[in-house]
Structures are given as C-alpha cells and as structure tokens.
C-alpha cells in the first residue's frame, strides 16, 4: 500500500476511534479524547492532501452492499489541494474545540457528528467516483446539519436556522445528484476519470452543467443560495462556524473546479459569464450585508458568501479568458481562485475562532455591545486582527497575494477586439475593486468596534482571555494568514500544479511570479523595503520615546465638557451608517424611531429610540413567497385528507378503479 | 535585486519627505495670498513639524497599544508609497514591481491605521471621521483600478514605471481621449484620498464637517507630527503621480547622478506648479454635502469607465 492509501485508511480508522471516544467517556476526558481523535482526523487529511500533491495517486475500490457499482476513492491533486485545506482547518478547529465546548456542544453526539463531518469532507475531494463523491457529500451535509442543532433547547432561532440550513443542503444534493445523473448519462460512466473531458455541446452537458452549478452554489453560499449562512453560522458552535465557512463551503467551489476544470473543460462562452455574474454578484451583495450587519458571526457568515463569490468569478474569467484564447491571464485566474479559496480558509478560520473566543468570554455577539475587548483579551484581538487585514486583502496576508493575482489575470486579459471579454472584464474589474473597497470598512469596523475604544456594556468589562487550548489554534491560524502573505510562491506553485496549469511559480524570497503574464510579486522584499524606509523613523520615535515619554490617562476630547458614558461613542450600527444611506435601495433597512415627549412640552424630548432591521432583500422577495406558496399547497392538499375513513375507502376503490382501468387497456 | 533601482527609490523617498511639508507650505501660502492674508511663508509646515516632535505627546486614557503604533504604521504606508511611485525616475524594481495594485495597498494598510487611530480613544468625533473615511477609501476604490485599467491596456503592464515611461516615450498618448478621461478620474480620487475640497476641508475644525481632522483630533507630540507628515507624504507623492503622468518629461530612465538631479528639479517643478493650482481651486470651490460625495465619485467611475472604452477605440 502506497501512502495515500495508508493514509485514506488511518482517517477512517481514526474516525471510529473519534466516534467511539466521544461515545464511551464523558466530561473533560471526553473532550480530550474526542478532541485529540478529531485533530487526528484532520492531520491524516493533511497529510495525505500533501502526498497527494507531492505526486502520490492511488485508486481504492470499495464495494458496498448498496445495489451500486463499487465505490471508487482517487484523488486527484486538485483533491489533494482541499484535503489538505480541509485537514489544516480541521486540525485547528479540533483542538480549539477541546477548550471551546461546553454544555449542550460538548455532548457525545455532538463530537461524533464533527468526527463524521472532517470525515465526510476529506472523502468529497478524494472521491474518484460519482458514487463516492454523493455518498460523502450526504454524510458531510447529514453531520453538519447535526451540529449546527448543537444548542436547539437552548434558543429557538438554532432550530429555525437548522430547518433553513437542512433545506438548503438537500436541495443541494438533490441537484448534484440530478446533475451528475444527467452527466453520466452524457458520458456514459460514472467514473470521474472517464467523464473527464465529456463533451459539451449536447443537451445533456448543458443540463448537467446548470443542475451542477446551482447545486454547488448552494453548498458554496453564492447569492441567491445563500440564505442558509447567514442563520446557520451564527447559531452553530463557533468550531463548527469554523469548519462550515472555512472549508465545507470550499468543498461547493471545488465541485464547481470539479464540473468546469476537470470533467468539462471546453466551456461555451456562456458557462463562464454565468458564473462570472453568480460569483461577482455574490460578492458585492455578500459584501454589502457584512458592511451593515452588527451580529460578528453574521458579518463573517455573508464575508464568506463574499469570498466564495470571488472565487467562483475567478472560476468564471479562467473559463472565459480559455475559450476566448487568452491562455496566460486564464492560467493566472485560476491560480488566483486557488489562492483565495487558500487564503479565505485560513482567514476565515482564524476570525470564526476569534469569534467564538470572544462570544465564550462575554456571551456577546453583538458588535454594538463590545468594546475595548484588546486590553482584556490581548491574543485574540492580535488574531482576530491579522485575520481582519487577511480579509480585507491588505499586505503581508494571503488575501492581498490572493487578489493581487486576480487582479493581474483581469489586467492582462485585454482583448478589444472581442466584444464579450471587452465588455466582461472591465465591469468584473470595477465590481472587485468595490468589493475590495467595501471589505475594508466591514473589517476596520469588525476589529475596532469590538476590540478598540471603550467597552458599551456591562458583559464586555469581566471578559477574560481564552485559555492556552483555544490560544494556540488561533496563533497557528493567524500564523497561517501571514505565512500565505510572506510565502505565496510555494502555495501557488502547488495551486498551478493542481490544476495542471502552467501559471505560477516561486521567484526570489519566496515570491511569486505568474509566468502566464510576467508578473512578479516577493512580499518579502515588500517588506524588506519597508522596513528600510521606516528604519531611522523608527530610531527616532525610541530615541524620543525615552527622551519624553508619553502622558498617558489625559481626557479624550469632549468639545470642553467632560464626557464619559461609553454610550456617546460610535458603534457599529452608527460606523455602518454612510455605507447604509448610501446603498440604501440595495440594502432597504426598516428603520423605527420613537420620540417620547416631556409632558409639559411638546417640544422637549424625553426618550428617542432608535432601531433599525436589515432583512435580506433575497429572502424576503425570493424565498418567503415559494414557503408562502408551499404552505398555501400544503394547506389545501391537506383538504383532501380530513380523517374521515370512508373518504380513505374511497380513495382506495377509486385507485383500484383506476388501475384496473390502465391494465386493462 | 539588482541594487540601483534600490538606491534610486530610497532616494525617491529622501526627496519626498523633504519636498512634502513646502508643498503644503506652497498650498497654504497660496490659499492666504489668494483670500488677502498675509500668510505664514512657505516654510511654516516644517516649523510646525519640528516643533511637534520636541513636545511631550498626551494619550486619552483607555487607549491601547493601536494609539502608540497606527501614526508609525500610518508614516511607514506613505514612505513606502514614495518608495514605489515613479516621482523621480522610472526604474521598476526587480522583485516588487511599481504596480498600481501594490501601491494601493500599501497607501490602503495607511488609511487601515488612522481608520482604527481614530477608533481607539472612544470618543464620538474620531469615531465618526473613521467611519466617513472608510466609506470614501470605499468607493474610491473601483476608480482607481479602472482608471489605471485603462492606463495600462496600451502599455500591457500595469507597473506604474512602464506607464510613465511609455507616456514619456510616446507623448501622443498622452492627450488621447482615453488618457485624458483616465488622468481626470485619478485626479477626483487623489482628491478624495488625501482629504482635499471639495470633499474634505483641510481647514476646518468644525467638529460635524470633519473627516480627516477628527480622527487625529487625540493625536498631540511626536504622534500628531508624524500623522501630519504622513498626510502630507501621500498629498506630495499622489499630487507628483499626476504630474508625471500629465507631463512625463525630466523623469530619470536611468540611475545615473545626473538623470536623477535632473529628475527631482522636473519633480519640484510640477509639485509647485500643481500646489498652486490646488489651492487656487480650492479657493474657488465649496466643500460637498457628505451625501453628495458619492455623487462626484461615481461620476470620476463613469469617467474611468469611459477612458477604457475609449483605450479600445485606439487599440
């Protein structure tokens, strides 16, 4: 057995030891146990994800008892690429868990629901089959929906967003399997290997294509499947937050790689504007609502739908820029969608964890409550912060390499004389740069609402640093974002190679060069320089420094009065407020104010309160009428049965007829 | 790496600092001349600067680490921006290209620390200015990148270096319809980005107007003189962007001594030139309604948009 092997088998074999742990012990030993039997899990992912990469391949045949052919597991490196992803935020997420989890989430079905769910999800991108890959999909979608119900008799919005959640996901796995029906028929098999360049012009391709898409957009978040985030990644416990956002909607944009890089690669032009507009429509609404959202879990949750949105748009442009024969900038758009799904998994990570840290020490997830959280929790603001300038792509992350490269492919792929790309990537341009624009404000607002200033409530003051167990994933996590940063060059090497594309490789200091369009960045030497620059600034900030130390505990200004009520600063609904007016027909917030006016004047007010609502635009135009019109069905179907037996007997004579009727003509 | 380009940039960086407090001294004599003041002569930022450093700086109780850090953080973005610009000569270097998409990032991790600067003492004014300024950094954005889209399409680059040298190379281009439109939309976002009329005041210490003022409105000493030194940085450095892109000429090609005196006097020149049309615009324009800016920056898109529908005409 070659290591791939080995290593698919210990996953499964840690697993049932995870399983069996967590069934079998109880209180902190379980946590321990259970804890230590996931991170295994995820470790064994990473590393065979590596061997994978490293050129390993393997083909293992499972037979079952279902009345299906074997099941197949081969990854591919592409496979490799996510299962380690998936393994590297599995791992962090495990052990957070072992100090995170309390009450109702650290329950014995809870710890066996995560083993099978960073089981399911490394056996999605290892499957070489049809068959494997909706067996796993079921189990990752079927354990994820337990562990979002985690703490269901504790608040009844977790078993809302369970209900949302497990909705969305079936209809996921519905489509892909309809999808992947229409495909093996197209192809006549069912194995990934020999669907693999399945033409596409027929009928059948195009349905397989759509159903697909829309399959995996739902799983990914992308807007309008992406109503089930918002909901489920706040109400789940924040290690499962984590793993949702971080790697299993990552596992949606794979499957897209999957459909339109691996088995389809000739996409007609339209494929690839259709997923242009899904993924960068995505992303601006995605990045919209994160702007105006105060709950610090929903925020993350619609950045993710954000995320994966650029993604699915560099997918697109790649597919576009391919057919339209621009092969360097194609090859530089995919190596672009790979380092953002890299990149977004460890930021993403990081900042759900930090997240959960925060909400463990105050039990707040309200931005509007919090406040000076960086002098009680100095570790987490720190990750919470490097996590935050990942997001908002700025330099040394993995995001800014991430955009950086997707910005290069939109550069370099110019071709006026082509009137679908001449249109297509300036507007793609144009709607990135906004979102990149608009992330800026949701992070700088995420980190200095509820890290900086003055704390705004009571339950933020007592807040006490998280313990050395849920430190360390977090440290190693906002490790990660800056090693992306400084290192791009081996990542995206790897990244080229996983889709077989000749687009990137390493170039002085660890830097990155896309060969498809002669671009060089070395982040490092980014640094260098400025570190030159600053040096004798810095010199002369310590020589002063020592000279004339600061004053510190002088009053903030006040416009000459004395004013200390934590309540007069800016919080986040207030900080959130031009973006809110300015996008308000986008965005269209109820907003309520209620002046209570003295009695003895009408002119004098008493109390003004103040609360606004941001419901999604999708959801309330979209999707509440089709639950609308279901319930309307539903109640009138439910006229046909009104208990009454000798309606029931007559049912059945009128069905007997019925059938007599058919046989006999 | 190879080393001259190195020399050249932190030479680059050199000038910038020593030419950015007379370009503000140059706009604010101008402004005062302008309106029948006297004025305090051009060297008065400089004296301003000096004074700052020698005195005690005061910190608003509560604050935290971020209030010692952003205004190095804030200077470090700007002097690494002028590390990067074309201003004196036009040498990309080897391992980190002039490219737009770097240069805005760094001048965006700047405006990423003021933003939080002014967070950090909870009160309500450097709350609000942090808010303000983030939205336009916001909608700022998508202006940049297009315009420089278009900029690039006739280069197949987008290393500031190679655009300022092809426009120099091939001066035609730069009156073309599409460099036109480009140049007037980044001179609307440098507008914006440096906190100038009409959408920010410069002036102003009235508390419900201000953005840029109110988020170092906490900053005293060596803080406040850094923030102000770093502002000024990015007003000189954008403001010698624009002059090399509308009159490319004197900027050095090589890294000899004389190509490169040669290119810091052209730079002297267009900055003064281009302070005193700044402030005499200034002086005849109102300060935009907040709500009414994204107006005006929409408008500078539109522009952008048009500069690259037009590069394709020519193209």
Same mark, same amino acid.
């Given at each position: ?7 698919? =088998? ?15 012990? *109880? ?19 990473? /590393? ?28 591919? *490196? ?35 629901? =995560?083993?099978?769910?960073? =089981? ?45 959640? $497990? ?6 796995? %519905? ?7 229409? =495909? ?25 294509? /759509? ?8 799983? $990914? ?139 463990? $020490? ?18 987490? @603001? ?71 200033? *003055?704390?705004?409530?009571?339950? %933020? ?39 077989? @594309?000749?687009? @990137? ?6 830097? %990155? ?10 982040? $490092? ?6 570190? /030159? ?45 031009? /973006? ?86 | ?20 407090? &007379? ?30 450093? #020698? ?65 950090? #003492? ?28 278009? &900029? ?80 000024? &940085?990015?007003?000189?450095?954008? &403001? ?76």
């Amino acid at each position: 057995m070659n290591p791939v092997a080995w290593g698919l =088998l210990a996953q499964v074999v840690l697993a049932v030891c995870a399983v069996a742990s967590a069934l079998a012990t *109880r209180g902190h030993v379980r946590n321990v146990l259970a804890g230590s039997a996931c991170a295994g899990v995820a470790g064994a992912g990473a /590393v065979t994800g590596m061997s994978v990469l490293a050129g390993g391949t393997v083909a293992v045949q499972v037979t079952t008892a279902l009345p299906v052919p074997p099941m197949v597991l081969a990854p591919d *490196r592409l496979g490799g690429l996510l299962m380690l992803l998936v393994g590297a935020v599995g791992v962090i997420a495990s052990v957070y868990a072992i100090g995170y989890v309390h009450g109702a989430s650290a329950s014995r079905t809870q710890w066996a629901a =995560l083993a099978l769910f960073l =089981l399911g999800m490394q056996l999605v991108p290892a499957a070489g089959d049809v068959v494997a890959f909706l067996l796993a999909w079921e189990l990752m979608a079927a354990a994820s929906t337990v562990l979002v119900l985690a703490e269901h008799a504790h608040r009844h919005t977790v078993r809302h967003a369970a209900v949302w959640y $497990a909705v969305m996901t079936h209809l996921s796995f %519905v489509l892909i399997l309809a999808g992947f029906a229409a =495909l093996s028929a197209a192809g006549g098999s069912t194995s990934f290997a020999a669907l693999a360049g399945t033409g596409t012009a027929g009928a059948g391709a195009t349905v397989a294509f /759509v159903l697909l898409t829309v399959g995996f957009a739902a799983k $990914a978040g992308l807007v309008p499947l992406h109503v089930w985030l918002p909901r489920a990644h706040p109400e789940a416990p924040s290690h499962a937050s984590a793993l949702m956002s971080a790697a299993m909607v990552s596992l949606g944009a794979y499957g897209i790689l999957l459909v339109g890089v691996r088995l389809m690669p000739d996409a007609p032009t339209w494929w690839a504007v259709l997923l242009i507009a899904l993924g960068a429509g995505s992303a601006v609404y995605g990045i919209l609502h994160a702007g105006v959202a105060t709950d610090l879990k929903r925020l993350l949750a619609y950045s993710t739908s954000e995320n994966l949105g650029l993604v699915v748009a560099a997918i697109g442009l790649a597919m576009l820029l391919r057919t339209h024969h621009v092969p360097g900038a194609a090859s530089a758009a995919i190596v672009a969608a790979l380092l953002l799904l890299v990149s977004h998994a460890a930021f993403k990570a990081t900042l759900f964890l930090g997240a959960g840290a925060v909400l463990r $020490a105050t039990g707040e997830r309200d931005l509007d409550r919090m406040g000076g959280l960086v002098h009680t929790m100095p570790w987490t @603001a720190a990750t919470f912060g490097v996590g935050s300038l990942g997001a908002a792509s700025l330099p040394v992350t993995g995001g800014f390499v991430a955009e950086w490269t997707l910005l290069q492919a939109l550069i370099h792929g110019v071709r006026p004389a082509d009137r679908v790309v001449a249109v297509v990537v300036p507007l793609t341009l144009g709607l990135i740069a906004l979102t990149a624009g608009l992330a800026l404000v949701t992070f700088v607002k995420a980190f200095g609402i509820a890290f900086l200033a *003055r704390a705004r409530s009571a339950a %933020v003051l007592g807040a006490r640093e998280a313990p050395w167990s849920m430190r360390v994933p977090m440290v190693l996590g906002a490790l990660g974002v800056l090693a992306l940063g400084l290192l791009p060059g081996p990542v995206a090497a790897a990244a080229a190679s996983a889709v077989g @594309a000749e687009g @990137a490789r390493v170039a002085g200091l660890g830097g %990155v060069e896309l060969t498809g369009v002669g671009a060089v960045l070395s982040p $490092a030497a980014l640094v260098g320089l400025g570190a /030159v620059v600053a040096l004798p600034a810095l010199v002369l900030v310590l020589a002063l420094a020592r000279q004339r130390p600061a004053t510190a505990d002088v009053l903030a200004w006040g416009c000459g009065g004395v004013r200390t009520s934590p309540r007069m600063q800016y919080n986040a609904t207030s900080y959130a407020e031009p /973006v809110m007016r300015i996008f308000n027909d986008a965005l269209q917030p109820s907003r309520d104010v209620v002046v209570t006016h003295l009695a003895e004047s009408t002119y004098h007010a008493e109390r003004v309160r103040f609360s606004q609502r941001v419901d999604d635009v999708v959801e309330a135009r979209l999707f509440r009428p089709l639950v609308a019109a279901a319930d309307a069905l539903a109640e009138r179907a439910r006229r046909v049965q009104n208990g009454s037996i000798n309606r029931y007997l007559g049912f059945s004579f009128t069905a007997l007829v019925a059938v007599l009727l058919v046989v006999a003509g | 790496m190879s080393v001259a380009p190195l020399v050249v940039a932190l030479v680059q960086v050199t000038v910038a600092v020593a030419f950015a407090p &007379l370009v503000v001294g140059v706009t604010r004599q101008t402004r005062a001349r302008l309106e029948g003041r006297v004025g305090p002569g051009v060297l008065q930022p400089a004296r301003d600067l000096r004074k700052l450093l #020698a005195k005690t700086p005061l910190r608003a109780a509560g604050t935290s680490p971020v209030t010692v850090v952003a205004p190095v953080v804030l200077l470090t973005s700007s002097l690494l921006l002028a590390a990067l610009v074309p201003l004196v000569a036009a040498l990309p270097l080897s391992l980190v290209p002039g490219d737009l998409f770097v240069a805005v990032s760094v001048l965006l991790l700047g405006t990423v620390a003021i933003a939080l600067l002014g967070l950090d #003492a909870g009160s309500a004014f450097g709350g609000m200015g942090s808010s303000r300024h983030m939205t336009i950094s916001a909608l700022v954005e998508p202006t940049v990148l297009v315009s420089v889209y278009a &900029l690039s399409i006739p280069v197949g680059s987008s290393a500031l270096a190679l655009i300022v040298a092809a426009r120099r190379d091939h001066p035609a281009s730069i009156a073309s319809p599409a460099g036109v439109l480009a140049v007037v939309a980044l001179v609307i976002v440098v507008i914006a980005e440096t906190g100038r009329l009409p959408i920010d005041n410069p002036s102003t210490h009235l508390e419900l107007t201000m953005i840029h003022e109110a988020m170092e409105l906490e900053q005293s000493g060596r803080d406040l003189a850094w923030v102000d030194l770093a502002s000024w &940085l990015r007003l000189s450095v954008l &403001l010698g962007l624009v002059g090399n892109l509308v009159l490319p000429w004197g900027v050095a090609g090589s890294a000899g001594f004389g190509p490169v005196l040669l290119g810091a006097l052209a730079l002297a020149g267009k900055l003064a030139l281009l302070a005193v049309l700044l402030a005499a615009a200034e002086v005849a324009m109102a300060k935009l309604r907040l709500f009414r800016v994204p107006e005006l920056l929409a408008g500078s898109f539109v522009l952008a948009f048009l500069a690259v529908t037009a590069s394709y005409l020519v193209a």
